[in-house]
């Protein structure tokens, strides 16, 4: 199991590499530079400021120069500084350790992406399960309906009718951002309140367009494992409904959800950009949408790099849940 | 069990909902009675912004995000007044040699920096070395660069020497250079603390920045001018209008601008009436389309000339902008001092169009619709940036009126960065839609001039026309007004003969503020130059903001 783990761990490392080497040249393909933001369209900026500023950000030497020189820094963890006007250090936009915690931008993307993937899971699951014990039941095609509606519609959308329903009309839920202007004045409770009541509307919404996925899977899966000989052998034994769907079916109906959980889990650092700024939460998604259009290399490579190793973590951790919940995989080494 | 859970999910939405902000729907019209109305301090304002700022110190900043609230922190030696001329701010009073090339400066005394300090010509010199530094990268150099010699003659005097006589150069003395010398000396300015956290003179000092969400102003009681009313200004940041617009509704902002839509539907309801005021005055920028003057089709005079006949520009303001703008004849704002309204005018005539490209050798041989000469039909395409849908909409409705005088135009929408590098600085386009800003000097040489046609110059059109050329050098070498207005008066009627570009509208700016603020004067250059003098009368204050 060990050794299983380093050689699995070791084998990331080139692939690492492979993915920064690529995402480097491929933001350096596009078209534009970083200096674009600074000077496009400013009557007063001359082809000489120009260089001077490309000089500035190191834009002058070859590509590979470039990448070797980034390459340096991040062995060293360090994520260098942004292009942008303000020149901070990359690390302090994702994670800004002059806020408080609740503040930093990681730390929201992940919490609300977390918050999200829990309520998801909690739903889904239950949908699934009875969607696939009642198949072509109504219950089965109502909760169908349902989900897909929720795939199918816009976020954005339907978040601007909930504010204006419940922002506007009904006037019981804040419409944007996580917290009150008069938060630092509200004693704990209404603090925690306050946080709840900005963290309605963007979860439900989040939620919604993400149940279809999870619950189908779940569906499809059980449907699998109920047709299996082991659960008609459980129904023979005398065993009740509940027993046989939740003790022996239900957790081999779970092994597709650790992939599907394993995947995700780059997901909770990258935000959607569209949520984001509809609501207006200051996360992830919209730094790096921004840094894109603006061509902040430092800041897209550093947000690509973290999301490639999450996504390598996150396939890792599946392979390691399926050893532990699946012993035909155990032993079969 | 399940009780239990039900009965806390009860008891937690009950506290959710009533948990809910009392919205302030007292009205802040006219029923304050006479005598309260009085101006007073406390408050505070909340502006909604789609962006958000990067970084305050002026020079360092090139969005309008940083300048705005930089601007409510930093002050300048020189500002513009409200009919556009240039008055002092923390200049006293300035001398400008006989042969225009000496400026001297004399500064306001006990002026102090909010950390205590006195500004003095130090600061003045210091932040004018800062911009010209070769390691600032500042976007605004070049106007610093044309400097000879800058000295301090005593502690409240600054002088300024150039090689030629420079007409921008005084207004150019504004926000950018005035910076802390004694909390920036020897420092790395693009990493001071200072861009996050700056120390200014000018009204409202910046107390909490929370990134990507909201910063946090206060008003610095020993502002110069006087201590502004209003204590405390909240720039929010929603990066999205829709959203942004509710929050109006709901009182969690007391001002934005609005789109054309919001200020001639979406607002016109007893509700917006009675709690918000609107505003509307041209805005400082004009919207175009643009020829390549090397195209073979559009090196023809006739054939620039037909299409700004076979354009509406009327249409286009009352479709597009709702009848907020006016339509453009040239590179100035109308009622402005360098705005020239004598010049040819396109008025919309399709008859005057066709006649032109007939006179051009366009005519429609093959009886498809199309006008063409030598075989090859009159097509080109509009290039505009994607994402403002203002534009799109005006190339749609350009595309739709020269398809009647036989033109067939294809429109396409580009990314920003690579419409810059791949289509205009290459030339690559046939015409363009675009916007400029215009600053409130009346210099123009960067877009016009024949010099400035080089890879990532402003003359991405290739305009060359010796008079202007000529006009445009002597409008910026005097400080004669007189002068400098018969250059520029000149070179928009050359532009309105010659059609570089087709100047299609001026938009309005249409900002809305929540009605219990008072104070505002709309002027020329818009409401928020008299931000300090803003106020709200006590009983409608709102907000009893903690320190």
Partial sequence: MLTYLAKRLLEMIPT?????????????????????????????????????????????????????????????????????????????KIWDTKQPITERRLFITFMLNLMAMIIILLIAIPIGISSATHQHTLFDKITTTTVFVGFAMPSFWLALLLMLLFGVYLDWLPISGLKSMNYDVLPFWGKVIDRVRHLVLPLFVVAFGSLAADSRYMRSSMLEVIRQDYVTVARAKGLSEKAVIYRHAFRNALLPLITLIGLSVPGLIGGSVIFENIFGIAGMGQLFFNGVMARDYPLIMAILTIGAFLTLLGNLLADVGYMLADPRIRTGQ | MKRTVFLSALFL????????????????????????????????????????PSNLIPMLASDSASHAVSGLIFNGLVKYDTDLSITGDLAESWDISPDGLVITFHLRKGVRWTDGAEFTADDVLFGYRTIIDEKTPSAYKEDFLQVK????????????????????????????????????????????????????????KLSKW??????????????????????????????????????????????MGLTPIQYTKQTDTAFFKENYRKYRFPAFQYTHLAFNQKHPWFSDKRVRQAIAFGIDKKEIVDVVLFGLGSPATGPYVPNTWPYNPNVKKYEYNPEMARQLLRDAGWQDTDGDGIVDKDGKPFQFTIL????????????????????????????????????????????????????????????????????????????????????????????????????????????????????????????????????????????????????????VPKILQRHAMVP
């Fill in chain 2, 13 to 52: 939405l009950t506290l959710i909902i009533t948990g809910c902000r009392q919205r302030n729907t007292g009205t802040a019209g006219s029923d304050v009675k006479n005598g309260d109305d009085k101006p007073a301090y406390g408050d505070a304002i909340v502006e909604g912004t789609i962006g958000e």
């Fill in chain 1, 16 to 92: 690492l590499f492979g993915i920064t080497l690529i995402s480097f040249l491929i933001i350096h393909l596009a078209p534009g530079k970083p200096t674009d933001a600074l000077s496009e369209m400013n009557p007063k900026m001359t082809p000489e400021a120009r260089e001077r500023l490309e000089k500035y950000y190191g834009l002058d030497k070859p590509v590979m120069v470039q990448y070797g020189l980034w390459l340096k820094r991040i062995v060293r963890l360090d994520f260098g500084e942004s292009f942008s006007m303000d020149r901070r250090p990359v690390m302090q």
């Fill in chain 2, 149 to 204: 010699k800058a000295e301090v003659l005593d502690r409240f005097t600054f002088r300024v020497t150039y090689d030629k006589p420079f007409a921008p150069a005084l207004t150019s003395w504004g926000s950018l250079v005035i910076l802390p010398k004694h909390l920036l000396e020897g420092k790395d300015i693009t990493k001071s603390d200072m861009t996050r956290d700056p120390i200014g003179l000018g009204p409202y």
């Fill in chain 2, 384 to 535: 505009t940036n994607a994402g403002n849908a203002l534009r799109k909409n005006t190339a749609t409705i350009i595309q739709w009126r020269l398809e009647k005088i036989g033109i067939k135009v294809d429109i396409r929408t580009v990314e920003w960065s690579t419409f810059i590098n791949q289509f205009i600085d290459k030339k690559r386009f046939e015409a363009v839609l675009l916007g400029w800003s215009i600053g409130l000097d009346a210099d123009q040489f960067d877009i016009w001039h024949s010099t400035k046609t080089k890879e990532k110059e402003l003359n991405f059109i290739s305009f060359s026309n010796a008079e202007v050329d000529e006009l445009l050098e002597k409008g910026r070498r005097t400080f004669d007004l007189e002068k400098r207005k018969k250059a520029y008066f000149r070179i928009q009627e050359i532009l309105a003969e010659e059609v570089p570009y087709i100047f299609l509208y001026v938009p309005d700016a249409t900002p809305i503020v929540h009605a219990r603020i008072r104070g505002i004067r709309p002027t020329p250059i818009g409401i928020s130059y008299n931000l300090p003098k803003w106020y």
């Fill in chain 2, 210 to 255: 929370v990134s990507g969400q909201e910063l946090l102003l206060e008003s610095n009681k020993d502002y110069f001018e006087g201590r502004p009313y209003i204590d405390h200004y909240i720039y929010k940041v929603i990066p999205d209008p829709a959203t942004m617009f509710l929050e109006l509704k709901t009182g969690g902002i007391d001002m």
